[in-house]
C-alpha cells in the first residue's frame, strides 16, 4: 500500500500494476479462490484508499515448470480497470489476452478526496514506524 501512495502523494492520476500472478494448477479450486479474490480485493483497495483509478494487466496462459518438477504456473488473467472507489468499471477473462478500454472520470478523484476521509484525514505524525522494517513490541 505503501508505494500506491507515495505514487497519490505525487500526483499520480491513476495506478497502473502490470502483473503475471497466477497459481500452481494443482492448488484447489477453494485455494485459487482464495488468492484472486486477494489480489484483486488488494488492487481494489488502493483505488479506495487513494481515490485513484487502478488500471490491472495481468498475463493469462500457463507456463511450464522448465526444470519439469510441477505443471508450472496458470496465470489467471482477469486483467481489470477500477474506478476511484473500487468499482470495477472493465474486466478481461481468464482465458485469453484482452484490451480493455474505459472511460475514467479523472475529476472524480478530487470529490471524492473532499468527502471521503481515507486520504484527506491522514495522521502523518503517527508514521514514524512505516519507515522501518519491523517495529518492537
Not at 32 to 42: G, H, S
Not at 59 to 88: C, H, K, M, T, Y
Not at 110 to 115: D, Q, S, V
Amino acid at each position: 500500500p505503501e508505494a500506491a501512495r507515495l505514487m497519490a502523494l505525487a500526483g499520480a492520476d491513476l495506478l497502473l500494476y502490470p502483473t503475471a500472478i497466477g497459481w500452481d494448477p494443482a492448488d484447489t479450486d477453494a485455494e485459487q479462490a482464495r488468492q484472486k479474490d486477494a489480489w484483486t480485493l488488494i488492487q481494489r483497495s488502493h483505488a479506495v484508499a487513494n481515490h485513484l483509478p487502478v488500471v490491472v494487466a495481468n498475463r493469462v496462459g500457463l507456463e511450464a515448470d522448465p526444470a519439469g518438477q510441477s505443471e508450472g504456473i496458470q496465470f489467471w488473467g482477469g486483467s481489470f480497470i477500477a474506478g476511484p472507489q473500487g468499482n470495477i468499471i472493465a474486466e478481461a477473462d481468464a482465458h485469453s489476452a484482452q484490451y480493455l478500454i474505459a472511460e475514467i472520470d479523472t475529476g472524480r478523484t478530487e470529490y471524492l478526496r473532499r468527502i471521503w476521509p481515507y486520504f484527506r484525514d491522514r495522521r502523518i505524525d503517527a508514521y514514524g514506524g512505516l519507515s522501518k522494517r519491523f517495529l518492537k513490541p
